[in-house]
């Protein structure tokens, strides 16, 4: 690729996501130039347009061809578009980084936090597909790694509190409408068995026959693709609450060595893509006081004294930001530097 200006492509670029990585291509001095955007027959032919008003491009059709010359193609659309077009879009020569869930779990394609596991893009050739993790996946991974490597870490129990931006922008409309169904007097006359809306609902996809959710089985998949020997046996739960952008994960760690909270923050003030509050800052680690953020955040560490070495935590993230578009953006640019 050279110092030439490249080809990028981004699919789904109406969304959340596709948004946010437009956004962060530009910030971040990625070197391309105007990004093409694709979109479906509901979207084609439109002009996006940033928060500012200011005009972005053309939504082009997804269709055969429509990936001809492209270096990079970012998938933001979801799985179904993944299915059907990315590896149409390998096929004719482009790095593609998707982030659905369709190729996480693929054997032959890398899962990747490039903080804790970017070696895996060693070896590409011109062209090839990387998959990036759920928000939780990510962000228990840049935590995890890091104490995985400092400590022996014999168990982690999880609870996920998953805003609804993570199941899509349908999602955050179906949680607003509700909202004001219910604000309005009219009860649950519109409300779906689904529906969230000033509510708490303790699984994520179906349940089954072991009673873990299908999402929670899918976390421990990713995250053993992810790291490994590295991670300890995992239990997880996981919880849609009525909040429009954010994950926040508590946390429980035990190890077979002494791990005080003064260590963990030791080790995690210096990991990359960490930041540690250190002070009662409690409002500081809502899921709403992140909205934006590119960091994971950690805090309220303390010690876990039902066990002889263990510690507690909350780790809380922008799942649209850091747990969807930059850990993509930054696939990209690492892909990019590799063939450099």
């Known amino acids: 690729m050279g110092d030439r200006e490249l080809a990028v492509g981004i699919v789904g670029a109406t969304g959340l996501g596709g948004r946010e990585v437009l956004r962060l291509l530009g910030e971040r001095g990625f070197p391309c130039g105007a990004p093409r955007l694709f979109g479906t027959m509901r979207t084609a032919g439109g002009a996006l347009e940033d928060d500012e008003g200011v ?18 193609v970012i998938f933001t659309g979801g799985r179904v578009l993944a299915e059907e077009f990315a590896l149409d879009a390998v096929a004719r020569g482009a790095f593609v980084v998707d982030t659905s869930s369709h190729f996480r779990l693929s054997p032959s394609v890398p899962l990747v936090v490039p903080e804790v596991n970017g070696g895996a893009l060693a070896g590409f050739g011109t062209s090839g597909l990387v998959a990036s993790p759920s928000a939780t996946a990510t ?38 409408r509700d909202s004001i169904g219910l604000l309005s007097g009219r009860g649950d006359e519109r409300r779906t068995r689904a529906s969230v809306a000033f509510d708490c609902v303790p699984a994520i996809g179906a349940v089954g026959s072991q009673g873990a959710s299908a999402y929670e089985e899918r976390l421990g998949a990713e995250l053993e693709k992810i790291l490994g020997e590295r991670l300890p046996p995992l239990a997880a739960t996981a919880v849609r609450v009525p909040a429009f952008i954010g994950t926040g994960i508590a946390v429980t760690l035990e190890s077979s060595e002494a791990m005080s909270p003064e260590a963990v923050a030791e080790v995690l003030r210096p990991s990359p893509g960490v930041l540690l509050h250190e002070r009662d800052d409690t409002r500081g680690l809502s899921l709403r006081a992140v909205v934006g953020s590119e960091a994971t955040h950690v805090g309220r560490v303390r010690a876990d004294r039902t066990v002889r070495h263990g510690i507690s935590c909350w780790i809380v993230i922008d799942s649209v930001v850091k747990g969807r578009s930059l850990n993509a953006v930054q696939i990209a640019e690492r892909l990019v530097a590799n063939r450099a």
Do not use: N
């Open 139 to 176: 962000a228990l991974a840049v935590v995890l790694g890091p104490l995985a490597g400092a400590f022996v870490l014999e168990r982690c129990v999880v609870a996920t509190y998953q805003g609804v931006a993570s199941a899509g922008t349908r999602a955050l409309q179906h949680l607003v």
């Open 55 to 72: 005009a972005r491009g053309t939504i082009e059709l997804l269709g055969p061809g429509c990936f001809a010359d492209l270096d990079v």
